[in-house]
Structures are given as C-alpha cells and as structure tokens.
C-alpha cells in the first residue's frame, strides 16, 4: 500500500514538475523575445553592430532624470537608458555587463549614482532584479545571483537547472508577465523606445517655490566603482559619474574615484521641477538634460 | 513553522516516514512519536509555552482520571470547577488579561476616577484557544459520563497536542478523535490519497486567494479613508474570501496530513459563502466551534427548553461569547454581536429551513448575495483595528469620499486583484459544482489535481507567505 503511494505519488510529481518546467521554458522564451524589461529591450530592438555613444546606467533616479533623447539632439549622439527602477549599484554593474556582454559597443557610461551606494553596496538582491533573470544562463548573470542568494530557498540558483522554481518562485514578476507579452511582445514596462521615463508633475507641491538647500558633505568611495570602472575600461568605454538634481540637498562630493564626476544635486532651484524630493518631471527631466549635455559635450569631445 | 513553508515540507516527510516505516507495529510507540513531533512543531514556534500546553493536558488527564473514579456528586462538580477554572485562568490571563485591565481603567476614567492598572507585555500562546477548548470538551464529557476517561496518558497528551489541528483547529471532540489514538492504525492507500488531495485544495485556498488577497486588503483597510467606494467593495469582498481561504485552507490541510497518519477529523466548512441565511452561514462556518458552542454552552444555558425569548438570549450570549473567543478586542465583540442580532429574525420567525447544500438557481441567487453582504459587513469589523475604525470604513464606503484605488495603483496590485479573482471564481465554480452534487469535501479529479498544482505553481503567494490568521486566536 504504503510503496503504491509512493509511486503514485512520484509519477504525479514528476508529471507535474515536467509541465511546470516547460511552461517555464516557454516564459522565458517569450521573455526573452519581448521588450517587456530592459535586458531584454536592449537586445530585442538595437544593432549591436551600431555602436553607442553612451550608455545610461541608474536606479529609478537615471531612468527620470536625465532623457538620453533630448541630449542626443543637443549632441548629436546616439544614445541610450538602461537604468532600472529600485536597483542598487552592483545591479547596474550588472546591467553594464549585460550590455557589452550581449555584443554592444558605447564610448561612454553614463552612471547616475545615488548616495546609498557613495561608500559601499548592499549585496542584497534588489528588488527589480528578477528582470535580468531570463538571462541566467549567461554566466555574469548567474554568478550575480549566486553570489547574493541566502537562505533555504534559492529560485536563482536552482532556477538556471530548474526552472520552475524560479518561475514559480517569481510569478507575478516573470511568468504572469511572460503571458502578457504573448499578445503584446513590444510592450515596454515603463520606459519609451529610447529606455526613458517620465515622472508626471508632483500633485504635493502645485506652488513654484525657490528651494532652500542643505548642504551635506559626502565621499564618493565605493570600492565597486574601481571595478565598474576597470570593467569599462577593458571595453575601451569611459565612467562618467553623475549625481541628479535633489529637491532640497546639495551634495559636497570629495571623490576618491578617478572618473569624472558632475554633481548637479542642487542645480534645478525651483520644486516646480520635481515630482518627489529625488524624482524630477518632465520640466525637471528637460532642464537637468540640457544640462548635463553641456558638460557632456566637452568630455565627449575629449 | 507554518504548513506551507518549506521547513514544515521536511519536517512532514521526516515524520511521516519514521512513523510508518520505523514504527508501524508498535501503537504506542507512534502515539509517543506524535507527541513528540507535535511537541517539536509547537516549540519550534515557542518552547517555553510547551509547559503550557502540557500544565494543561496534565490537569485535564488527572481531572478526567478522578472523575472516572468518583460517583460522588459534588466531587465530580468539584473536579469539573477545578478543570474550567484552570483552563479558562490561562486562556483568560494570556489572552484577555491587558483587555480587561484596560476597560477596567477606562470604565473608571470614564466616572472621573484614576485607577492605576499597570498592562503586562504578554505573549499570546499560539492556538491557545484551540487546545484550551478542546482539552475542556474531553473533561466536560467525562463529567456527563458521554465517554470515559483515558487511562493511557502518552495518548490522551498526543490528543491535545495533535500538530495538524494544534494550532487552528478543527477544534475535535475527544469522542471522536481521542479513541482513534487508542486503536491501531494501518496505513490505507485510498485515505492518504484523499489527503494528498485535499491538502493540495487547501494550499490553493490558503497561497493564491487568501495570501494574495491580504496583500491588497491590507492596502484598502491600511489607507480606507483615501479609498474609492469601489476599493472598500473590492476590500471587503476580498477579506472575506482571505480570511475563508487561510481558515478553511488550514482546515483542509490540517485534515488531509490527519489523514496521512490515519486520523479522521471532523469537517470545518460546508461551503458557507453560498448560504442563503445568516442561520445556514453559522451551520457552514468554523463547524467545529459553532457545534463546541452550542454542545458546552448554548446548551448548558438552557437552549430552547425555557421558552423563546429566553433561547433567543442564549443565541445572542453565544454569538457574543463568540466574537470574544476570537480575540480581545471590542471589534470581536461587535462582529459577534452583529451576527447575533442578523440571526435574530431567522429565529424568531422560524419559517425557514436551513439546508444542508445549496443548489444555486436563480430564486436563491439574491438571498446567497444578500447573506455574502451582510456578511461581509461583519468583516469589516473583523479586520478593522478598532470599532471607530470599521465603522469609519463604512461611512466612507456609503458617503463615497475617497477616490483612490489601491487594486489598481500599480500593475502589480492589478496583476494580484486580478489572481484574486481568478482563484474567487475557480473557488466558487468548484463549490457550487460539489454543493450541487451534494458532497460535503472538494475531490477532484487526477486531471484537475495536475491543473489545481499548476495554478498553485504559478499564482501562489511564495514571496508573501503569511501566517494564519486564526494562529492568532
């Protein structure tokens, strides 16, 4: 009785363990086809025979701060947002990678640093994370993920052999979307063609007021910049580092990383600019290109 | 450990493998098993409540011992005090202690006098009220001489520790689930398999409705007052289904893993959300507390035998006592009292037959709906923190002064209400198919298993695991 059991129930388990293993197979193919995520976007929808100006690396403040868009009509360069919304600085070391590792070419990588990553980096898995996720057969992508998983339950480490794990893990994330994109395979997940975002205007501050700022002093140390950077350069790509407009901080940076750096933390004086304290509008996202293409322009014509 | 982490999958294995392996031949040597299991599921939470628990198994195996012995009246009467008094005394102090204290205070305050009644940092006992009543059941009826009392003491504590139905019930009576401990049990392929089924059941109630659902629930009853009429609708109706999916999804597993060890445990729901009266809906919900309710208390206070309007205070007494076994707080009471007061008519009137199964047809549909609302008003004050706070949910849902839709403020709430009522409707279909075929348990077939796991693989909350809600009572 009891051996009977337990064949029934190992043949049901394997039945079901193969079918949620190939329908996580076809979520990743479908993924992997769409535009739905960045990683995917970048290698669905550009030449990597056509080579970059720049790259765009950031959280949620490099996807709305700065449009690659309008400094490529200041600039006349080619340009494009890889930044990822609620990611930390070894996640966009990753993006990075994923970038050059998918055959593209940049002379430049715009990184658009937040102060939690100044001095060091959680090694946490960030929450937006999961979207690299349909290329964990890739070696950096897995070595990522490995890296950082803890506890019992390890959906990206067992994912890259069992797939269902991690698409059941993450179904809400990954394999709910996967669906999606079966109909819709050049919807984007907040971003336009060029990897932008666009906050709308912040409905708590309708006045436009003069901002006051404070100023606070700050050490850019991070030990995984030199690597960013060492990465970069074996690419023949150069680190701009760039700090985004704050609603109410102005940011005394001593740099300790060669890269250049432009600190535009207290550049926009009005809160008519911003959607948040750290999020620009669209007239925020304006300006704070413009001006950032003009300190661009002699570096790129370095 | 909660049945649906991946510390309880091993720790079932473990235990399921030794017992019918290791110890098959020998029934006391698996009842020790059981108890020692039970005894590391419960620590596993908090050990040092394990005294507790076991204080309590001591007494009422010592009480029910005496009272076998006794013929003497007063003496059993006596033991039978002594018993309720410590059970309800630990019950009551754990649970009810800072409660009390604080009414007292504020009843004071109340007059103009200060009264100084300084609240304890108490720990509730996880299940306490589960175990505490089941423990009284057995005593109360070896004091009605109902059974007799157990002499094999590594039974009767495995009976009040049993870790399926420890921690949230079914709240078993010892008539039926204690004489299964004292005979041998075999293993029988057919039962487990109807284990493993409703387990699976019990899991898609539990991962995909309840566990997503209390993730937008907690959203709209976090922020109600900034909520659009529609949100509050959407949050009472998914609290309703959350907290049926985590109480009866727990149910059903604590039923099917009874079943992998040769245990049968009492049904806990009959499928109550399609109940076309309040009456039917008490007769469909938690059975195993609203039949423990009417056997120790609707009963013993005079049921119907001293007239109407006498039982009819019975009936409100035992929807209030009720809604204060779920917990100390005056939202409980309420929730009870409202329940109460909507069984009021039925009884009064007495025109109407509840039935056992609903066979939905389109005469019934407004009555099922018209309960499913009143119902769900009661729920309001079930999740709400406090009174002002449920009543001042409902005021917002009718006056319609919020505009804010939490269900819909991102795509991922969207994707999670949308689940929500994907597992609703498939919930519903199911029971009203097995309602129509009046079959009291789900039992799918081999093919809807594989589909059932499947959607369990692909819409369950993993990431959102939540403790039961009825560990808490």
New interface residues.
């Given amino acids: 009785?009891?051996k009977?059991?337990l064949i029934?129930?190992s043949k049901?388990f394997l039945?079901?363990a193969l079918?949620?293993n190939l329908?996580s197979l076809i979520s990743n193919f479908l993924l992997k086809r769409s535009s739905i995520f960045k990683a995917s976007f970048l290698v669905n929808n550009f030449d990597p025979e056509q080579a970059f100006d720049y790259f765009i690396i950031g959280s949620s403040r490099g996807l709305t701060s700065i449009g690659s868009e309008e400094i490529d009509q200041k600039l006349t360069t080619r340009g494009i947002n890889l930044s990822q919304d609620d990611t930390g600085l070894p996640s966009q070391l990753l993006m990075a990678k994923h970038f050059f590792e998918s055959g593209f070419r940049a002379s430049y990588c715009i990184l658009v640093l937040d102060e939690p990553d100044f001095e060091h980096s959680s090694m946490q898995i960030n929450d937006n994370d999961y979207r690299m996720a349909p290329y964990l057969q890739r070696d950096y992508i897995y070595d990522y993920f490995r890296e950082r998983e803890r506890g019992?339950?390890r959906p990206y480490t067992l994912g890259k052999y069992v797939p269902?794990v991690l698409?059941?893990?993450?179904?809400?994330e990954l394999?709910?979307?996967s669906l999606f994109t079966l109909f819709r395979p050049t919807y984007r997940?907040r971003f336009d063609q060029y990897g932008n975002y666009t906050y709308p205007d912040s409905q708590l501050n309708p006045e436009n007021e003069s901002l006051k700022f404070i100023q606070v002093q700050k050490k850019i140390s991070n030990t995984l910049l030199y690597e960013f950077e060492e990465y970069l350069r074996t690419r023949g790509c150069q680190l701009i580092l760039y700090v985004a407009p704050y609603e109410n901080r102005e940011l005394i940076i001593q740099q300790e990383v060669k890269a250049p750096l432009i600190n535009h933390s207290s550049t926009l004086l009005e809160n008519s600019y911003f959607y948040d304290p750290i999020h620009l509008n669209e007239k925020g996202k304006l300006e704070a290109s413009s001006l950032l293409a003009k300190e661009l322009q002699p570096l790129f014509q370095k | 450990m909660i049945f649906n982490s991946?510390?309880f999958a091993f720790f079932l294995v473990i235990v399921f493998f030794i017992y019918?392996?290791l110890l098959k031949k020998d029934l006391n040597l698996q009842n020790l098993f059981l108890l020692i299991s039970s005894y590391f599921f419960y620590g596993w939470w908090n050990w040092k409540f394990l005294t507790l628990i076991a204080f309590s198994s001591l007494t009422d195996y010592l009480v029910g011992r005496q009272l076998g012995k006794s013929q003497n009246q007063s003496t059993r009467k006596g033991l039978l005090l002594i018993s309720i008094l410590i059970n309800l005394g630990l019950l009551g102090f754990f649970k009810y202690y800072n409660f009390f204290a604080q009414n007292f205070v504020d009843a004071f305050l109340f007059f103009g006098s200060k009264v100084s009644l300084s609240s304890l940092q108490i720990v509730l006992p996880v299940g306490i009220s589960f175990y505490t009543f089941q423990t009284m059941s057995y005593t109360i009826d070896v004091y009605r001489k109902k059974i007799n009392p157990c002499k094999d003491y590594i039974a009767f504590f495995a009976f009040v520790s049993f870790f399926p139905q420890l921690v949230a019930g079914p709240i078993e009576r010892a008539g039926h689930l204690l004489p299964q401990f004292l005979k041998a049990r075999f293993?029988?392929?057919k039962i487990?398999?109807s284990g493993?089924r409703i387990i699976l059941w019990g899991l898609f109630k539990k991962m995909v409705i309840a566990d997503n659902a209390a993730m937008i629930v907690d959203g709209i009853f976090n922020d109600y007052s900034t909520q659009s009429p529609l949100s509050l609708s959407i949050g009472i109706l998914f609290f309703a289904f959350q907290i049926y999916g985590d109480f009866s999804g727990y149910s059903d597993i604590a039923i099917g893993i009874s079943r992998l060890f040769g245990f049968d445990l009492m049904s806990n729901f009959r499928f109550p959300y399609l109940s076309s009266n309040i009456s039917e809906f008490w007769k469909r919900w938690h059975i195993s507390l609203s039949s423990w309710f009417k056997d120790y208390l609707y009963i013993p206070l005079g049921g119907n035998r001293k007239g109407k309007w006498f039982s009819l205070i019975n009936v409100l007494i035992v929807f209030l006592v009720s809604g204060f076994w779920h917990g100390a707080n005056w939202t409980f009471i309420i929730w009870g009292l409202i329940n109460g007061l909507l069984y009021v008519p039925l009884y009064i009137s007495k025109g109407i037959k509840d039935e056992e199964f609903t066979q939905l047809r389109l005469t019934n549909l407004p009555k099922i709906l018209f309960t499913f609302i009143l119902v769900g008003f009661g729920w309001v004050y079930f999740r709400s923190p406090s009174v002002y706070d449920a009543n001042q949910y409902l005021i917002h849902l009718f006056t319609g002064s919020g505009s804010a839709m939490y269900f819909s403020s991102s795509?991922?709430h969207l994707?999670?209400s949308l689940?929500c009522l994907i597992g609703i409707a498939i919930i519903l279909i199911v029971e009203i198919r097995y309602s129509r075929l009046k079959k009291g348990e789900v039992t799918l077939s081999?093919f809807q298993?594989?589909l059932l796991?499947?959607l369990l693989?692909?819409?369950?909350?993993?990431?959102n695991p939540i403790s039961f809600i009825y560990f808490q009572f």
Avoid: R
């Fill in positions: 009785m009891m009977k059991f029934q129930l049901y039945i079901i079918i949620a329908l019992i339950i269902a698409y059941s893990y993450y179904n809400t394999f709910i979307p997940h | 991946i510390e019918w392996v293993f029988d392929y487990a398999v493993i795509s991922k994707l999670v689940i081999n298993l594989i796991s499947l693989l692909f819409m369950a909350a993993f990431k």
